[in-house]
């Protein structure tokens, strides 16, 4: 089993919808959890970071966290062609060191 | 600008000619990490480093070196490349948590490494 899964893609919404993306993850005292969006071709670059249980809303991203249930998702509305790209779950173990991704889910939005 | 750079942006070498990538960043942050990312398997932590002078392994440390001597700068060292090191590298730093359970502060990342090894 994968330390962090992401569900497996690629995804394909029209534009105007939400996007919903998952992540689960296996170490329990994990603590720290980002969503990072990568263009093909760049770096990733964050898009959300949450670390308590609940959503955290930032525009038209919302990150939703459930530590019981090891389980941290990303809901993007009113999707737009430029959401396209790649995007990867990363979830920071017990040891602070260790940052741990998913495979990443591959997102294209279509006008 | 607050960045992280990389260099070079693209490597083509042959196999066993021992190359350095540089990594630097300018801001302040105790935290630097490698990583590799190939096609199906994700991005890949090779070393980190939590602070000047300590350096950790990650998941995939074979066949890499990592020196951290000034805060700023977590250069990669391939002794003797091989074919299946063939990636995408990068480069990343952040803020560490203060104190005993505290929370990771987001990555920033550099620009990127491709590396070709022949």
């Known amino acids: 089993q994968k330390e962090v899964e992401q569900n497996s893609g690629p995804l394909s919404v029209p534009e105007g919808a939400i996007a919903s993306l998952n992540c689960t993850y296996s170490?329990?005292?994990?603590?720290?959890f980002f969503w990072y969006r990568q263009y093909s071709g760049k770096s990733p670059e964050l898009i959300m970071s949450i670390y308590s249980n609940g959503d955290k809303e930032d525009g038209r991203f919302t990150a939703q966290l459930n530590k019981a249930s090891q389980y941290v998702s990303l809901l993007i509305r009113d999707s737009q062609p430029s959401d396209s790209a790649t995007y990867l779950c990363a979830v920071t173990s017990t040891n602070a060191g260790k940052s741990t991704f998913g495979d990443g889910t591959t997102l294209t939005v279509k006008p | 600008e607050a960045q992280v750079t990389q260099n070079p942006r693209y490597l083509i070498t042959v196999t066993g000619k021992k190359l350095t990538v540089t990594c630097s960043q300018n801001?302040?942050?105790?935290?630097m990490s490698w990583y590799r990312q190939d096609p199906g398997l994700g991005l890949r932590q090779i070393y980190y480093s939590m602070n000047v002078e300590v350096t950790d392994k990650g998941d995939v440390p074979e066949g890499y070196k990592v020196s951290r001597k000034e805060k700023r700068n977590f250069p990669l060292i391939l002794e003797s490349p091989s074919p299946n090191q063939t990636s995408l590298y990068f480069c990343?730093?952040?803020?560490?948590?203060?104190?005993?359970?505290?929370?990771?502060?987001?990555?920033?990342f550099g620009n990127g490494t491709r590396l070709t090894v022949t």
């Open positions: 170490d329990r005292g994990s603590q720290s």
């Open positions: 801001m302040n942050h105790e935290y």
């Open positions: 990343a730093s952040s803020r560490i948590p203060v104190g005993t359970g505290g929370y990771n502060s987001p990555l920033h």
